[in-house]
């Protein structure tokens, strides 16, 4: 064997290890990349930390929201236990939103514990809200919304109605405030409320404890004396 050919043999053996030694070592660093993508994987399809699934209603969301709530949520029959008796109410279903609106507000919970702090005897009492923090907190995981007015559909302010105030905060189109309500008491009604808050249901027992609670006496921002409490409201449809 010529000495040239013996130069080729040993550089052929040299780069044959060489690849192989490299092949080796690939192998090796590679294995903790491939390990790194499964753990990455497994982190991606871990259900999202329970801090990420709270849901809160937007002036965004909450149409959506209540369309789909609506279709599955069709009770309309309700009563308030108050500290002076109960009040049974009737939700409209052509005011779909709001009747759907307050179903939700009732199946969280919310007007447990709120008051009747605006009581005007021969006019109206509202409720819905309280200068107890835990309303504010209540509120606070609920979200913050309006509701679009909806004032056409042959309901007018008669004795008995259920309407929901409007927002009093930079509110040109009159949208509702979601949390509150207000009961028609006056007995021939109060007509010049029609087409400025959205009515949505009526009183169809307990008119006897609406007329209690409006006889209250108040100070002067019409807030009851002694609270008068909303104990809870509950959903009392037969279905």
């Known amino acids: 064997m010529n000495f040239s050919k013996q130069i080729f043999i040993v550089v052929l053996i040299i780069l044959t290890f060489g690849c192989n030694s490299k092949s080796k070592n690939f192998d090796k660093t590679s294995k903790p990349n491939q390990d790194a993508k499964v753990f990455e994987k497994k982190e991606l ?13 937007t002036d965004d969301n909450v149409i959506d929201f209540l369309f789909e709530y609506e279709k599955n949520n069709k009770e309309n029959h309700v009563r308030i236990h108050t500290t002076f008796g109960n009040i049974d109410i009737l939700l ?17 919970k919310y007007f447990d514990g709120t008051q009747f702090y605006r009581v005007i005897n021969d006019f109206v009492i509202q409720a819905g809200n309280s200068d107890n923090i835990k309303v504010s ?11 679009p007015n909806d004032f056409d559909k042959g309901h007018t302010h008669k004795r008995g109605i259920v309407s929901m105030p409007s927002s009093s905060v930079d509110n040109p189109y009159k949208m509702a405030s979601p949390f509150e309500f207000f009961i028609v008491q006056k007995k021939d009604g109060a007509h010049h409320l029609d087409g400025n808050y959205t009515i949505f249901g009526k009183v169809i027992d307990g008119m006897e404890t609406v007329d209690k609670i409006a006889n209250l006496p108040t100070d002067n921002r019409d807030w009851p004396l002694n609270n008068v409490y909303i104990n809870k409201v509950l959903i009392i449809n037969d279905n």
């Open 45 to 57: 399809n871990q259900a999202p930390k329970k801090e990420n699934d709270k849901f809160t209603l």
């Open 92 to 108: 409209y279903a052509n005011t779909p939103y709001h009747r759907s609106n307050f179903i939700y507000l009732t199946k969280k």
């Open 137 to 147: 907190k209540k509120r606070k995981v609920i979200g913050k919304y309006l509701l």
